[in-house]
């Protein structure tokens, strides 16, 4: 596959709707030849994905012939600089998470992951699902986006009017892919008129 080379990370944040909405573009995107794809999820992803969303999360995977390596899988071509992979989305991210991250703590495979975006300057973005802040996550946060992260907090936009909790989310997730470099039609685009 000639496709950028694209990690998801999936943590325990509440939020895994946005993880859902995020993988089914990317599957798109992947039947168009556009991206090559990965997923890493935090030891607690699946137990939140099935609070909020339903079902297993390893069998939505498979279903969709997603990669999934482990969380200490270290042999996964991510895991290190050299393997080319170009950008990396974790989506939710939760404060742990950032935390980690932003200390240089790369105790499983999503945080070697992201450490190994940081560090060879690839697109690395987060999508933060807390609130509220306390003074440590927005410190936090700011180590990581002067470290060169994307922090894109899960606030859905209201300008283009969605109408359900899927289209709300869808716009936050097209902001994501825009930072990817990825074609979609998630959202409506400020400025556009009714498509």
């Given at each position: ?9 999936i ?13 089914e ?19 607690t ?21 997603l ?20 950008a ?33 300057r ?12 306390s ?12 470290a ?13 009017e ?24 998630l ?9």
């Amino acid at each position: 596959m000639k496709g950028k080379k694209l990690v998801v990370g999936i943590t325990g944040a509440s939020g895994a709707p946005y993880a859902r909405v995020l993988l089914e573009a990317l599957c798109e995107a992947r039947a168009r030849g556009e991206v090559e794809l990965g997923v890493v999820l935090s030891r607690t992803a699946s137990e939140v994905w099935r609070l909020e969303v339903g079902g297993e999360l390893g069998e939505w995977l498979r279903a969709r012939e997603l990669p999934v390596f482990a969380g200490r899988d270290y042999a996964a071509p991510f895991a290190s600089g050299s393997a080319g992979w170009g950008a990396m989305v974790i989506a939710p991210c939760s404060m742990s998470t950032c935390a980690k991250i932003a200390h240089g703590l790369s105790d499983d495979l999503l945080t070697r992951a992201a450490d190994v975006m940081l560090k060879e300057r690839r697109a690395l973005v987060l999508v933060p699902r807390e609130t509220p802040l306390s003074t440590i996550h927005l410190e936090n946060l700011l180590a990581l986006a002067r470290a060169g992260a994307i922090v894109l907090p899960a606030m859905p936009s209201f300008y283009g009017e969605a109408r359900s909790v899927d289209a709300l989310v869808g716009t936050v997730v097209a902001r994501a892919l825009d930072h990817l470099g990825i074609e979609h039609r998630l959202a409506k685009r400020w400025g556009e008129g009714d498509s």
